[in-house]
Nanobody
Framework: QVQLVESGGGLVQAGGSLRLSCAAS????????MGWFRQAPGKEREFVAA????????HYADSVKGRFTISRDNAKNTVYLEMNSLKPEDTAVYYC?????????????????WGQGTQVTVSS
C-alpha cells in the first residue's frame, strides 16, 4: 500500500508560479512511476506529467510542456511539480498518483494509488 499526500496548491495570478509536493509513504517509493493529473470542474481528469523511478524518463502533456517541471527525490519519498507561467486554464484540482510498473502511461486507469488532491486556482 502507498499513501500519497499533496500540498502546495493555492491561488495565484496568471503568469505566477506554484510548486506542488507529493509525499509518499508505505511501500518502496522508488520503484513506482509517479504522475500528476488534474481535473477542472465539469471536465474529465487529465494527464499532466509523469516520471520514472530513476528520473530518466519524463513525459508531459502538450498543454504544460515548457512551463511545468516534474522531479522526484527518492530519499525524501517526494515528487514535485514546479508550475511556471500559470494560466487561468491551469485551474483544477491536482492529483498525485503512483503506478507499480515502470512504463509511463498518460491515462489514469493504470495508476494504483492516488492522493486526495490539492486545489490550484489561477486568476486572470
Amino acid at each position: 500500500q502507498v499513501q500519497l499526500v499533496e500540498s502546495g496548491g493555492g491561488l495565484v495570478q496568471a503568469g505566477g508560479s506554484l510548486r506542488l509536493s507529493c509525499a509518499a509513504s508505505g511501500r518502496t517509493f522508488s520503484s513506482y512511476v509517479m504522475g500528476w493529473f488534474r481535473q477542472a470542474p465539469g471536465k474529465e481528469r487529465e494527464f499532466v506529467a509523469a516520471i520514472t523511478w530513476s528520473g530518466g524518463s519524463i513525459h508531459y502533456a502538450d498543454s504544460v510542456k515548457g512551463r511545468f517541471t516534474i522531479s522526484r527525490d527518492n530519499a525524501k519519498n517526494t515528487v514535485y511539480l514546479e508550475m511556471n507561467s500559470l494560466k487561468p486554464e491551469d485551474t483544477a484540482v491536482y492529483y498525485c498518483a503512483a503506478k507499480a510498473s515502470q512504463a509511463i502511461v498518460v491515462v489514469s486507469t493504470p495508476y494504483n494509488y492516488w492522493g486526495q488532491g490539492t486545489q490550484v486556482t489561477v486568476s486572470s
